[in-house]
């Protein structure tokens, strides 16, 4: 494998400068077609994508909104759009929205890592060697299936304040309470049930992607850690781990990504409002807020700086996961020769 | 070289599309940044036909055209639409969600009104008139007290003399109802089919346990101001019962009482003495049990005006009792397609749930709740047909009378005289036990003062409600909901102030 692939760069990079040698040779290039497939997504990525960008930038710079059927704007301001989202004075500040959004994400995120992680590990696992996992898969990941507002809107109506809610009915007829509970007037249960719709849904994608990790560590490392006398645990920690974390710092991206732009969830259990003490108010719930005045600068404010966040988190945890001198696996064995092992 | 220099934009476009995680709401941002151009040309339009209306005003000439083959009418739900289907002499019903009018096709749009969900899509097409076919142009749309002044002060609507109705044609309407829907230059812009005098509905059942009587003067003696309702409460309280079903059950009866509007001249947010007061009462009552913790139209609250609900009563206006009072009252709903009053409809209600066990008294305050106006839209085509059905729906007498007693409509019509004849009769409400309900609400009208509205009203009221909430709930300080309040009211209305301490 390794010899055919260092052909195959020799040879890429044979071709590469025999093509600044003005010969004739222009007739069998194929790249031109390689640029003409990949167009099309540069082409919808440019007019959906990036020109959308640049217009949210372009607009968060101006006061532009409706009171009523009256325009306002669109005055150029400045900065005033975020310097307000930043002192609180017209709208949330932002920073809340910032900790409610991070809060609920961790407080799903971290629970399903674990639960991932060892859904993963189980599965992989040669010596368990379960039956019917691809039963379980299945099931796990079927959750995600379901449309979030409608997986939220059956949890508003599990949760909802009256006697006759199942939940509810349930504690009352057990005893556990004697009064019926409102879970959306206290904070953490409201965040709560949240974080565990987020988990729920999205464990089973996690554990499929972290499966597929686990499935390409090389059995021979962990057949010789065992020979060595590793304990399980031992495996796990210090091979497994270190060997998956690629995907792991993928699985993190993509979930802080997501998270960050949590909308649906919340927004259809707390009917937009965000309830408790506004303390349940994400980002994108705050963006939607603007849109009932039809209040482009701030959304596009907004959006502005949830975009350097989502940015900014991204590049933490990217650094902060990978070995930035040598490839993972390539550490791995580094240190292990350094040990002596 | 080339390649690679493109292989690394290429590459950094992507990784920019996978971190720049704000694609989607930026999509939606360009999605209406592109509808804001529309707008700014509708607007200039709007200031065009302006000056037309501005003509219709100074008298005479200007007329609307009439050679429309589609009328389309724009409202929030269907009760405009019964209503015109069962009430307007030459409505043929296509069976589509469409109808006939003579030659005339009738088409309905539809969308709910909550969270600005009728106004958005309304305003951009009333904005966008200029630019669609005839044939789409709306000649009609419907207005809520909560927003009336919104449309009622705009180019968008016609005056409703422009289409042909006169002075003489509402003159048995009540004062309120035009006052509200007249401009800042005079003129009426809609018109209403229904007044909104608001009364206590309370179930005869528990009063008669309770209370030892369910005639509604004597009820009235226990609930005649707020101090005599609270002592009630409390008895309802010790015989397991509660005084309302939750928070902002008497909200409109404070809340349409105010002395100021919610917004001063200065753009600053005034929150009037009354709402306060509403306030002080709440966290009482919620503080000693007095009601069931419901917010408003939650399940919890539809539940307690049914067969099993333990609520003694509700604060609800002439649309609340006859459509959302006694839908929810029912404990086998009505079968989709039975016609609202028919023989069929009438038994399939009697006897079930709290069908009949309701009544209604005047209550410790009067006040008013909601209320639906008509306007005719500024590009309308169809002249003589919106007037014709202004006419029919809001001026003609018998036509009102007919909509007051049929049973299951009983709507209380916007026509003084014919509700006074009304009040007289022997009229019967089968749903409210045989009270003539009518005699209360003529009674209230005339006490009916709309002069304090604003165009912030429905965004004002429902964000001020969810933000005390959390204060009846004892999840926060009454400061921190007040100031709760103020940032998101100002995120829905960014041109308002908090008014300095």
């Known amino acids: 494998m390794r010899v055919a692939a ?40 440019a007019i959906f994508s990036l020109w959308p960008l640049i217009t949210t930038v372009y607009n968060s710079f101006f006061e532009n909104y409706r009171i009523g059927l009256d325009q306002v704007g669109p005055n150029f301001i400045g900065f005033e759009n975020y310097i307000n989202f930043f002192t609180g004075a017209k709208g949330v500040p932002v920073w ?8 609920m994400w961790l407080m799903g995120f971290i629970p399903q890592l674990a639960v991932s992680l060892l859904f993963a590990y189980w599965f992989t696992n040669k010596r368990m060697d379960l039956k019917c996992t691809s039963i379980f898969k299945s099931i796990i990941y079927m959750p995600n299936l379901i449309m979030a507002s409608a997986f939220s809107l059956l949890m508003f109506s599990l949760f909802a304040n009256t006697e006759t809610a199942p939940i509810n009915n349930m504690l009352l007829s057990i005893g556990a309470t004697t009064e019926k509970i409102d879970f959306l007037a206290n904070q953490w249960s409201a965040r709560g049930i949240i974080a565990f719709m987020n988990f ?132 791995f064995a580094a240190k292990k020769k350094k040990k002596g092992v | 070289m080339k390649k690679r220099v493109l292989a690394a934009l290429l590459a950094s476009a992507t990784v920019l599309s996978v971190v720049g995680c704000s694609n989607n709401t930026s999509g939606s941002d360009a999605g209406n940044s592109g509808n804001t151009s529309n707008t700014d040309s509708g607007s200039t339009g709007g200031n065009d036909s302006g000056s037309t209306g501005g003509n219709t005003e100074g008298g005479d000439t200007v007329t609307v055209p009439d050679d429309g083959k589609v009328l389309n009418i724009w409202c929030w739900n269907d009760e405009f639409q019964s209503r015109v289907k069962d009430f307007y002499p030459d409505y043929v019903d296509n069976g589509d ?91 009426l812009k809609a018109v209403s ?49 509660f005084m309302l079903s939750g928070y902002d059950d008497a909200y409109r ?50 539940a307690d005006q049914g067969p099993d609900g333990k609520v003694f009563g509700f604060f609800y206006s002439t649309w609340g009792i006859n459509f959302t009072l006694l839908g929810n009252s029912l404990a086998t709903k009505v079968p989709d397609g039975m016609a609202q009053g028919s023989a069929e409809w009438l038994e399939h209600c009697t006897g079930n749930g709290a069908f009949g066990d309701y009544a209604v008294c005047y209550g410790p305050q009067t006040y008013y709740w909601g209320g639906t106006w008509l306007c005719a839209s ?15 729906l809001t001026c003609n007498g018998e036509i009102m009378k007919s909509i007051t007693t049929t049973p299951g409509v009983e709507d209380y019509t916007n026509n003084m005289a014919a509700m006074e004849e009304v009040a007289n009769s022997d009229f019967k409400s089968d749903f409210l036990g045989g009270q003539n309900h009518i005699a209360l609400f003529v009674e209230n009208a005339k006490k009916i003062d709309m002069s304090n509205i604003s165009k912030y ?43 300095a301490e």
Not at chain 2, 263 to 272: G, P
């Open chain 2, 378 to 392: 500024y590009m309308t085509d169809n002249a003589s047909l919106v007037k014709d059905i202004m006419y029919q």
């Open chain 2, 253 to 302: 009866t404070f809340s349409n009482n105010v002395s100021a509007p919610w917004v001063n001249d200065k753009n600053e947010i005034i929150i009037d003495e009354n709402i306060l007061k509403w306030v002080e009462q709440t966290k009482n009552f919620t503080d000693k049990g007095f009601n069931n913790k419901n917010g408003l139209w939650s399940d919890g609250w539809a």
């Open chain 2, 457 to 499: 009203d429905q965004g004002c009221n429902e964000t001020f409600q969810a933000a005390m909430k959390d204060y009846f709930d004892g999840t926060v300080d009454y400061d921190t909901a007040l100031e709760n309040f103020y940032t998101n009211v100002i995120t829905k209305y960014p041109a308002l102030t908090k008014p």
């Open chain 1, 96 to 103: 809340n929205l910032i900790s409610n959004t991070v809060i």
């Open chain 1, 6 to 45: 260092s052909d195959v760069e020799l040879a890429e990079k044979k071709h590469e400068s025999d093509g600044e040698i003005p010969v004739k040779r222009k007739s069998i290039s194929y790249a031109k077609w390689g640029y003409f497939f990949i167009a099309p997504f540069f082409i919808a990525y």
């Open chain 2, 97 to 187: 969600g469409t109808g006939k009018i003579g030659d005339v096709l009738v088409k309905w749009t539809i969308n709910p009104n909550k969270d600005n969900g009728y106004q958005i899509p309304l305003d951009a097409a009333l904005q966008d008139q200029e630019n669609v076919a005839a044939d789409d142009r709306i000649d009609i749309f419907l207005i809520e007290a909560d927003y009336a002044d919104k449309y009622v002060n705009s180019e968008y609507s016609l005056p409703v003399s422009a289409v042909g109705i006169t002075d003489a044609d509402t003159a048995e309407m009540y004062e309120y109802t035009k006052v509200i829907a007249t401009d800042a230059n005079g003129d």
């Open chain 2, 193 to 241: 089919w229904q007044a909104a005098p608001g009364l206590f509905a309370y179930k005869r059942s528990i009063a008669q346990k309770v209370l030892g009587t369910d005639d509604p003067d004597a009820v009235q003696e226990y609930v005649a101001d707020w101090d005599k309702f609270e002592e009630t409460a409390q008895t309802m309280k010790d015989n397991g019962y």
């Open chain 1, 200 to 331: 729920i849904m999205w464990f089973g994608n996690t554990t499929i992607m972290l499966m597929a990790a686990m499935l390409g560590v090389d059995e021979s490392l962990v057949e010789a850690a065992d020979i060595d006398g590793c304990t399980p645990n031992q495996i796990f920690w210090k091979i497994t781990m270190p060997l998956i974390r690629p995907i792991l710092v993928y699985v993190f991206i993509t979930s802080l990504v997501g998270g960050l732009q949590m909308f649906d969830v919340p927004q259809v259990l707390t009917s937009g409002i965000g309830v408790p003490n506004g303390t349940t108010k994400t980002l994108i719930m705050f963006l939607n807020d603007n849109l009932y005045s039809k209040n482009y600068g701030a959304a596009g404010a907004i959006s502005v700086i949830l975009f350097i966040v989502c940015a900014a988190f991204s590049l933490i945890v990217y650094y902060f996961f990978t070995d930035r001198t040598l490839g993972g696996a390539k550490s």
